[in-house]
């Protein structure tokens, strides 16, 4: 029941900044806590980035320092402000919960790092 609709992936350089958007409806009370994923194609999901709704946050080693998870109104809109970006962080990334409770995915928005 609960929707995802993420934005903001392009084509940028290594070394770039882009910033995701993550809008999220239906019931988002029920939401413990928000997610950003990534996948590229032929290659396992790998959770980067998530927040509980008292605004705590963890990232995986592999975006520490260079990704920051944000939110507006708690479960409303999340974003995923991306810095110093590289080619290995090209994939189609997603937002959901943390753990995944329904296997229910967004369309997801492509990043792509050009070296």
């Known amino acids: 029941q609960v929707e995802f609709v993420e934005s903001g992936g392009g084509l940028v350089q290594a070394g770039g900044s882009l910033r995701l958007s993550c809008a999220v409806s239906?019931?988002?009370?029920?939401?413990?806590?928000i997610g950003w994923y990534r996948q590229a194609p032929g290659k396992q999901r790998e959770l980067v980035a998530r927040?509980?709704?008292?605004?705590?946050?963890m990232y995986a080693d592999s975006v520490k320092g260079r990704f920051t998870i944000d939110r507006d109104n708690p479960q409303d809109t999340v974003y995923l402000q991306m810095h110093y970006l590289k080619p290995e962080d090209t994939a189609v990334y997603y937002c959901?919960?943390?753990?995944?409770?329904?296997?229910?995915w967004g369309q997801g928005t492509q990043v792509t790092v050009s070296s």
């Open positions: 959901n919960t943390v753990p995944i409770w329904y296997d229910h």
């Open positions: 927040m509980d709704n008292a605004g705590r946050t």
């Open positions: 239906g019931p988002t009370a029920t939401i413990h806590i």
